[in-house]
């Protein structure tokens, strides 16, 4: 009988307390940093090695990584893999897995995860897009054969730990990446943000700061530059995700493979040449990036002129304060509502209505493919004469800094 009471109050110890003891704040600590290393095994792992081959990863690291996925997700390397890989290269279009242009913000966000499965299962995505993705005989005989093993484990080493309350933190593992992946990343980083580049599709950067999901808040820098192990741009952005890969190099743990094109210059050339259009087509997003950044500042110096001449209040006003947010824009992401506002705002301003039309002269650089390289120079050398002859300084200076350009 006593041997009875003690085994039940030792029962009840560990149900109350688990193996650890531990006060609710170190199950709070425990829950964010386990939950904090399967944030970071999908982007370093999944996404930036797996999905993109930004980066190699040595066999130790790479094979850690794989097995706290296979504990914490139950995710299949080849399904994420593929699925991702068929985001980028469908993305925004009805066969883009998880777009919330076509599908809507509401069913990303609520239901993200059910997207995934439901993508898992098309035999022709994995075939496709699924290729070069671990196909070892602990691949093929434990993480992909027994995915929910994986997450039962954990679910018994939490309530070992924890007793009663490891339920609590399993579960917030479980729905860590459903929501943070599937729901946040999917979804908002197409909705809603700002953005640095006009990438072909709807993604934005939703922070500067990428910690809370491993750099990944950084979606509309990635999108640009899909196969960079880096995600941040600008001097006032961090990537978590980065920093690891960094430090994880630093002790030969990883090859970092490529990271953002940096636009170099030098002395501005008498005239543009092969090279100068080179450096153009390779660090396109950056320079239409500075091209906007000039736009910008020609409507600021528009809208100061208006309000010296107290005109603040005008139509002409107001339509230039909503071109301020939209000019800079690729035509299919300005909303149809605003075009009437921005082509009168162009109408009233000449200046603004020449930066946009130049805009496009200038992309059109790379976007032709049936033109010879010779033919593009030529082209280029006509753009930078045109813009210098306009007599708008915002035009000017950026002809400048293109013939200064270096590939």
Same mark, same amino acid.
């Given at each position: ?11 009840? /110890? %560990?149900?109350?307390?688990? $193996?650890?003891?531990?006060?609710? !704040? @170190?199950? #709070?600590?425990?829950? *964010?940093? &386990? ?100 196909? /070892? %005989?602990?691949?093929?005989? $434990?993480?992909?054969?027994?995915? !929910? @093993?994986? #997450?039962?484990?954990? *679910?018994? &080493? ?106 170099? $210059? ?142």
């Amino acid at each position: 009988m006593t041997q009875l009471l003690t085994l039940h109050d030792a029962l009840v /110890d %560990w149900l109350a307390y688990g $193996l650890l003891g531990a006060s609710w !704040w @170190q199950v #709070v600590l425990f829950t *964010l940093a &386990v939950t904090h290393v399967t944030i970071a095994a999908v982007t370093i792992f999944l996404h930036r090695s797996q999905a993109h081959r930004a980066l190699d990863l040595h066999p130790i690291v790479s094979h850690f990584l794989r097995f706290w996925l296979w504990l914490t997700t139950g995710m299949v390397t080849k399904e994420w893999v593929a699925i991702h890989r068929k985001h980028h290269a469908k993305c925004e279009t009805e066969e883009d897995p998880h777009s919330p242009v076509t599908r809507g913000i509401k069913t990303v966000l609520l239901t993200g995860s059910e997207l995934y499965r439901a993508e898992a299962k098309v035999g022709e995505t994995l075939s496709k897009y699924g290729h070069g993705t671990p196909d /070892d %005989w602990i691949e093929r005989h $434990l993480y992909s054969r027994f995915t !929910w @093993q994986g #997450v039962a484990l954990m *679910l018994i &080493v939490d309530m070992l730990l924890f007793g009663a309350l490891g339920a609590t933190v399993w579960a917030v593992q479980m729905i860590w990446i459903p929501i943070h992946a599937a729901g946040i990343i999917n979804g908002l980083g197409h909705f809603w943000g700002y953005r640095n580049f006009e990438a072909a599709d709807a993604s934005t950067n939703i922070s500067p700061w990428g910690v809370l999901i491993g750099g990944e808040e950084l979606h509309n820098n990635h999108h640009t530059y899909p196969t960079s192990a880096k995600f941040s741009v600008k001097r006032y952005e961090f990537d978590i995700g980065w920093a690891y890969i960094r430090g994880m190099q630093a002790l030969g743990l990883a090859k970092v493979r490529k990271t953002p094109p940096r636009l170099a $210059l030098g002395e501005a050339k008498p005239v543009a040449d092969g090279q100068t259009l080179d450096a153009l087509i390779a660090n396109r997003y950056e320079v239409m990036a500075g091209y906007a950044k000039e736009m910008r500042r020609a409507v600021r110096a528009e809208l100061a002129h208006l309000k010296a001449q107290g005109a603040q209040n005008s139509a002409h006003w107001r339509d230039l304060v909503l071109a301020k947010t939209w000019l800079h824009r690729d035509e299919d992401k300005i909303p149809h509502g605003v075009r009437p506002r921005l082509t009168q705002a162009l109408g009233d301003n000449p200046s603004l209505a020449k930066l946009v039309a130049m805009r496009e002269e200038l992309r059109a650089l790379w976007t032709r493919t049936n033109v010879s390289a010779e033919q593009l120079v030529a082209d280029l050398q006509a753009w930078c004469r045109k813009a210098e002859d306009s007599g708008i300084a915002a035009l000017q200076e950026f002809s400048l800094k293109l013939r200064s350009a270096r590939a």
